[in-house]
């Protein structure tokens, strides 16, 4: 039988309960304040195969806590150790388990991320567990400098272009400033002209008016430069049947003294230098010498790889050369 004192303890009890409940409150139980309770915190370790050099038994231990990370902020974690030279892998395992494990570009079981190191230093190893992206940043380098480093640690040789933030513009592809120039002056189907905006392999449209007429979004990307494709005149359909295509992207260049006809006219080149000059912004030419259209044959019509053993190269004077390298040359010149 109850006593007075717990049951009026209970009555009171009760009678809070109804009233809370009335006011739109809820009276917490003991399971209901287990269940608002915070999540633990969940391990997360830096495993691979540097443990055994950090403290662990052995490598490739997801719970090895020798290496486990120290929680910094609501989903992050990091820790620095001094790992010695040498080249290394990495993943992250979360609760001591490698069902959970996460390795390059954050991916679930993604592939292991590779550390190498010329000396031993302090670096420091960071994990996101939202993202599951994993960082490494040297924090110093032990002992001073060796002459390797002295040797990596010149002046760029072109200091000026390394501060560029060039943007790279296939101009068929970017914008079409001018639709009078889209067939390049000729005429006839897309195997004369080159142009169909359907086949990903022809002609779009796109020229350097409609270029220069974007170089303010350019700008505004923080671009200080464009590296512009190939863009000289070109052969505008080469092949037959199913691998015909066009010169849209400049390298069968026909010739090297004028635009291609697609993209405009030498003066449309010079008002676009003109233009982003005055933005401050410079212009590059992508110029490749070595490859052009295919107007050169031989008489045998034939292009497979041929064997020095069966055609040796020869030096100067005719005579068979055995100091070249390369095992296997093409026919066409």
């Not at 009555?11 to 209901?32: F, R």
């Not at 633990?40 to 950090?54: A, K, N």
């Not at 679930?108 to 599951?132: C, E, M, Q, R």
Request: aromatic share 8%.
């Amino acid at each position: 039988m109850s006593s007075p004192a717990r049951s009026s303890r209970r009555l009171l009890a009760a009678l809070t309960g109804a009233a809370l409940a009335v006011m739109g409150l809820t009276v917490p139980t003991a399971s209901t304040a287990a269940a608002a309770d915070p999540a633990p915190d969940r391990i997360v370790t830096l495993y691979g195969s540097l443990q055994s050099e950090l403290g662990c038994t052995k490598d490739w231990d997801p719970a090895c806590t020798a290496t486990a990370l120290t929680k910094t902020g609501p989903s992050t974690y990091a820790r620095t150790f001094t790992v010695p030279a040498g080249s290394w892998e990495i993943k992250v395992a979360v609760n001591g388990s490698t069902d959970e494990a996460y390795g390059a570009g954050g991916a679930k079981g993604g592939a292991n991320i590779p550390l190498v190191l010329k000396g031993p230093a302090a670096v420091s190893f960071s994990y996101d567990d939202s993202t599951h992206q994993i960082g490494m940043t040297p924090t110093t380098l032990a002992g001073a400098a060796t002459k390797a480093d002295q040797a990596l640690a010149t002046d760029s040789l072109r200091p000026p272009l390394t501060r560029e933030r060039f943007y790279f513009v296939m101009a068929d592809r970017f914008a079409n400033g001018d639709r009078a120039n889209d067939t390049g002056g000729l005429t006839g189907g897309r195997l004369e002209t080159g142009f169909d905006p359907t086949d990903k392999g022809f002609y779009h449209g796109g020229d350097l008016k409609g270029l220069t007429q974007r170089l303010d979004y350019i700008k505004g990307l923080g671009m200080s430069a464009i590296w512009l494709t190939p863009s000289f005149k070109n052969r505008p359909v080469q092949g037959t049947g199913a691998d015909a295509s066009a010169g849209y992207h400049g390298y069968w260049i026909t010739d090297f003294t004028q635009i291609d006809p697609h993209l405009g006219t030498n003066a449309d080149m010079k008002a676009l230098v003109a233009a982003a000059h005055a933005k401050g912004m410079k212009v590059f030419f992508d110029i490749i010498t070595n490859h052009t259209a295919d107007v050169l044959d031989n008489s045998a019509k034939k292009y497979d790889y041929v064997s020095k053993a069966t055609v040796p190269y020869k030096d100067a004077s005719g005579t068979p050369s055995t100091t070249a390298t390369t095992s296997t040359r093409r026919s066409r010149p």
